[in-house]
């Protein structure tokens, strides 16, 4: 369900679509051998490795296709054999290493976009390669052989699955005995039946080669295993036994069994598949069905206090990260996140207790990393008015990573709130000419205008505006800021009350026309332009909006201004 309920895992459907299609060019470019027709098994190939890395292994899956169903190395063997001696046995074997060889050969050209591909992967997750310190390799390696049997266990009965399997506290011996032992006595099975049952080999080493990037040995995440890993490598495992069962019921004269049984199979999969749909349907209860059916889960625990803390659950979410925590003791994240957890309940003590252990736990981190979770600190301080403490935490995040604009924009925020204008002024301009432009740079234009309009140096104060809106003409905050300034600044050669109705009219629509803040602006808008009776209207909507919400401090200051455009004066 994962790679259609899941929008980040769309991947997996784009990926496999691209799998199929590359199948399906190499069987028409072995029937007739031409450059054109490799050449689109190539591109066909290379889009399966944009869309995700783990069709790597897909020039295996090629190989075992030439071994069956399309024969090539038997064929090609008994012809280069025939050509050399006229087809003595001696000649057949020794033409089966270049046969192979050959194959090999062609497939070179994807071997080659393997490479790329791994190690473009490898530099774009390399900080979500599991630590060594976590994940001892033979621990890891004791649990790729578990999974092995795990997914064939969830393939033939689909019960209990999960978007995110933790790693078990403990790895039993008989349990990784036994999974061993079961892989060796399979594959020697297979081997033993190739020449009778030549599929097995096929569809078994499909199985087991597909899953090698994933299988867990290098660990990227932190999951045991992952369902949305099944679904090609399963294929072979499909095409194994489709072909096994047509073999052994040949004998049979009532295929209407057959057909019957395999109605029924389509039948209860179908079934189990609009069950396990249906916990997608809403996160809090994917994650506490994640819960139900796994044991010790700190992903699920921390996600669902995420949820808790959106819906202000300040209890429930800090219980949920105080278990994650309780599972994983050494993860930062889940130290922070019950800081946070413990900051909303108003324990601030507590909090930042959990804050400090947090960055002391990130102590394995890169300089880049342990800086972003600081600042995170920082702004959840911030969000909670204590200024103080989160400058001294801005302050130990920018020695980490002194060029991070991000950083330093969130520094001049909490340096704004304490009165620090010159000093914020300084933060602001320093994110701005610390990196080009991106999604961060109307944000910073925005808060360096705060900073200039509260020194009183509107002039500059608009055009910082004016350079937001030039990026993100639909920054609202901007533009109700903008259309404020150009209605009411002191300085006549400042105001235009046309642009400002404009604004304001744009921002009170983005906003759906239910922010008051937005609505007083709109009315001080129409004042300057001289339209009273529009901005009467507008201010007795704010304040409507305003008593409902019980903003005193708004409520006042509306009543002045109607008081104001009642009498034909616009606001100053």
């Known amino acids: 369900m994962e790679s259609v309920a ?96 050959r194959l090999i050969l062609e497939k070179v050209p994807l071997l080659i976009l393997c490479v790329l591909s791994s190690i473009a992967t490898l530099l774009a997750q390399g900080s979500a390669i599991a630590s060594i ?195 994983w003791p050494s993860s930062p994240t889940f130290q922070a996140k019950l800081g946070r957890a413990l900051l909303h309940k108003g324990l601030q003590d507590e909090a930042i207790v959990h804050f400090q252990k947090a960055m002391e736990l990130a102590s394995h981190l890169t300089g880049a990393e342990r800086a972003e979770l600081q600042s995170d600190i920082a702004n959840e301080l911030l969000q909670k008015g204590l200024v103080d403490q989160a400058i001294v935490q801005f302050q130990q995040a920018l020695a980490l990573a002194p060029a991070d604009r991000i950083i330093q924009n969130d520094y001049g925020n909490a340096l704004l709130r304490k009165g620090r204008v010159d000093e914020a002024i300084v933060q602001f301009q320093k994110a701005l000419g610390s990196g080009g432009e991106d999604a961060y740079t109307p944000t910073i234009h925005y808060n360096l205008g705060n900073a200039f309009r509260q020194k009183k140096q509107l002039a500059e104060a608009v055009t910082q505006y004016r350079e937001a809106l030039k990026r993100a003409p639909r920054l609202v905050a901007a533009q109700e800021t903008l259309a404020w300034t150009l209605a009411t600044a002191p300085d006549a050669s400042l105001r235009n009350g046309s642009q400002a109705v404009e604004l304001a009219m744009q921002a009170n629509q983005l906003s759906g026309d239910k922010n008051p803040v937005i609505l007083r602006t709109l009315a001080a808008a129409y004042a300057e332009n001289g339209q009273f009776s529009k901005a009467f209207e507008s201010a007795k909507s704010a304040l409507d909006l305003a008593i409902t919400q019980r903003n005193q401090a708004l409520v006042e200051a509306l009543q002045h201004d109607i008081s104001l455009y009642q009498t034909g004066l616009p606001y100053r």
């Open 133 to 327: 310190s976590r994940l001892p390799f033979w621990w890891r390696l004791n649990n790729a052989f578990l999974s092995y049997v795990v997914y064939v266990r969830q393939m033939l009965w689909p019960f209990r699955l999960a978007p995110f399997y933790t790693y078990p506290q403990t790895l039993p011996g008989w349990e990784i005995a036994a999974s061993i032992l079961l892989l060796i006595g399979i594959t020697a099975a297979v081997i033993a039946l190739r020449r009778v049952h030549p599929y097995l080999v096929t569809g078994w080493f499909w199985y087991l080669g597909m899953f090698v990037p994933v299988i867990g040995v290098v660990q990227v995440g932190s999951q045991a295993h992952a369902d949305r890993y099944t679904y090609l490598p399963q294929i072979g495992l499909y095409l194994a036994l489709t072909w096994l069962i047509g073999d052994l019921t040949k004998s049979l004269h009532r295929r209407w069994i057959l057909t019957a049984t395999a109605t029924a199979v389509i039948a209860f999969l179908s079934w189990t598949a609009w069950i396990q749909v249906s916990y997608w349907r809403e996160s809090e209860f994917l994650w506490k069905h994640t819960l139900a059916v796994t044991a010790n889960n700190e992903t699920a625990h921390s996600l669902l206090g995420d949820l808790a803390l959106e819906k202000g659950l300040n209890d429930e979410a800090a219980a949920h990260y105080q278990a994650a925590a309780d599972v």
């Open 6 to 101: 899941w929008i980040a895992e769309r991947k997996d459907v784009l990926s496999g679509v691209f799998f199929m299609l590359t199948l399906g060019a190499y069987v028409r470019y072995v029937r007739r051998q031409t450059l054109g027709r490799y050449a689109i098994m190539w591109m066909l190939f290379a889009c399966g490795l944009m869309s995700k890395p783990m069709l790597v292994t897909l020039p295996f899956v090629l190989l075992l296709l030439d071994y069956w169903p399309l024969n090539r190395v038997t064929n090609q063997r008994l012809e280069v054999g025939r050509r050399r001696s006229g087809g003595s046995s001696e000649a057949v074997s020794r033409g089966y290493g270049a046969v192979v060889g």
